[in-house]
């Protein structure tokens, strides 16, 4: 190819032929659908489009391939998503509103076809999903700098809903005015800690002296200053997009590693992917006793499983000052080791899902 005009009869032929394929891979999707009504098997299964992604990503790194498997998942997670919502149409709850990081990560798993409904409180996604009013729900979990998520944690101590899938997405935070200069700039809305993430931002922008005005939300904060041109907002790229804001500068937070580690909860148990992640809550019977904690754990290190979380809650229930363990640890429900320790504490904890292991 010599001119710019044979490279683009070149690329049209290649769509054309895409095309073609993607609609033979509906094809096929509808009849797994199909399948799966009939022996009423889950349509999501993480385990499966991340077993594709590691194919592909094999494929690309043998011949040398352009695509990176950041590139290839986002293409293909949105090709997963579409093919689902061909399959049944797919209703997601997320932690609102619209714009917010956890928006953005129910997104990044469901695509644009998906009907999303915008929760006001974590517990509002799980009322959702128990009631049936939608199949799936994305809610933070922990994130890097802030620690866990209490909430989040409280209430799967108390739910039927499961962890079907977990994902991290880097948290990068944007500033974005309508203000032609940072000079007209008299106010900055953000959420409360969105302050704090970009403190050295702020200080060396002059910005530390002028009004900061905490809100409920980044997405409520872009919101505001779409409305004011004297304003500022310090939000995610996605809801300054969405809500029209011009974004004057990026990345602008204090600790560029900074990241938040969502789950995605349903009502379905997941297969074995050969490289899973398990969650459980434990209650210990004589959590009062000396080394009952140290006792249990052994259990684990016997049978070789690997733990890669333990959080400490304060019980909600009438034992005094008790506490109950959050547990993350590898390797699959299922698993001959896991069932063995599961086996000697099977009353003392609650198995909350078994999903393949996230992306960091």
């Known amino acids: 190819m010599k001119t710019l005009q044979e490279c683009r009869e070149a690329i049209d032929t290649i769509d054309d032929e895409m095309l073609r394929l993607l609609n033979r891979r509906m094809d096929v999707v509808k009849r797994?659908?199909?399948?799966?009504?009939?022996?009423?098997?889950?349509?999501?299964?993480?385990?499966?489009?991340?077993?594709i992604i590691d194919r592909l990503n094999e494929i690309t790194v043998s011949e040398e391939g352009l695509l990176n498997r950041a590139a290839i998942e986002v293409i293909f997670l949105e090709i997963f998503a579409v093919a689902r919502n061909i399959e049944q149409p797919e209703r997601v709850a997320y932690l609102g509103p619209e714009g917010t990081f956890t928006h953005q990560a129910a997104e990044s798993r469901f695509g644009g076809m998906s009907e999303y409904l915008s929760m006001g409180s974590i517990r509002a996604v799980f009322k959702t999903l128990e009631s049936g009013r939608a199949k799936f729900g994305v809610v933070p979990i922990e994130s890097r700098r802030d620690g866990i998520v209490g909430e989040t944690?409280?209430?799967?101590?108390?739910?039927?809903?499961?962890?079907?899938?977990?994902?991290?997405?880097?948290i990068h935070m944007s500033f974005a005015t309508k203000a032609e200069h940072i000079e007209g700039i008299k106010r900055v809305y953000s959420k409360d800690k969105g302050f704090g993430q970009c403190q050295e931002f702020l200080n060396e922008?002059?910005?530390?002296?002028?009004?900061?005005?905490?809100?409920?939300?980044?997405?409520?904060?872009?919101?505001?200053?779409?409305?004011?041109?004297?304003?500022?907002?310090?939000?995610?790229?996605?809801?300054?997009?969405?809500?029209?804001?011009?974004?004057?500068?990026?990345?602008?937070e204090d600790v560029h590693n900074n990241s938040t580690?969502?789950?995605?909860?349903?009502?379905?148990?997941?297969?074995?992917?050969?490289?899973?992640?398990?969650?459980?809550?434990?209650?210990?019977?004589?959590?009062?006793?000396?080394?009952?904690?140290?006792?249990?754990?052994?259990?684990?290190?016997?049978?070789?499983?690997?733990?890669?979380?333990?959080?400490?809650?304060p019980s909600k229930e009438n034992d005094g000052f008790g506490y109950w363990f959050f547990i993350d640890f590898y390797g699959h429900i299922d698993d001959e080791n896991i069932q063995?320790?599961?086996?000697?504490?099977?009353?003392?904890?609650?198995?909350?899902g078994s999903y393949a292991k996230g992306e960091l």
Request: aromatic residues 6%; charged residues 30%.
């Open 32 to 51: 797994v659908g199909e399948i799966k009504h009939e022996s009423g098997s889950a349509i999501y299964r993480p385990e499966r489009e991340k077993a």
């Open 153 to 170: 944690l409280d209430l799967l101590a108390n739910s039927s809903v499961k962890i079907v899938a977990e994902l991290y997405m880097p």
């Open 205 to 252: 922008h002059g910005l530390d002296t002028i009004e900061l005005i905490p809100v409920e939300s980044t997405a409520k904060a872009a919101i505001l200053a779409s409305e004011d041109e004297h304003a500022a907002a310090i939000c995610s790229h996605i809801a300054a997009k969405l809500y029209g804001v011009p974004t004057m500068f990026e990345n602008i």
């Open 261 to 313: 580690r969502f789950f995605i909860l349903s009502d379905f148990k997941n297969e074995t992917s050969g490289a899973d992640k398990t969650s459980i809550l434990v209650r210990l019977k004589d959590a009062k006793e000396p080394g009952a904690l140290v006792h249990f754990l052994q259990d684990f290190d016997d049978e070789k499983i690997n733990l890669s979380k333990i959080e400490s809650r």
């Open 340 to 352: 063995k320790v599961l086996a000697k504490h099977s009353d003392e904890m609650t198995w909350l």
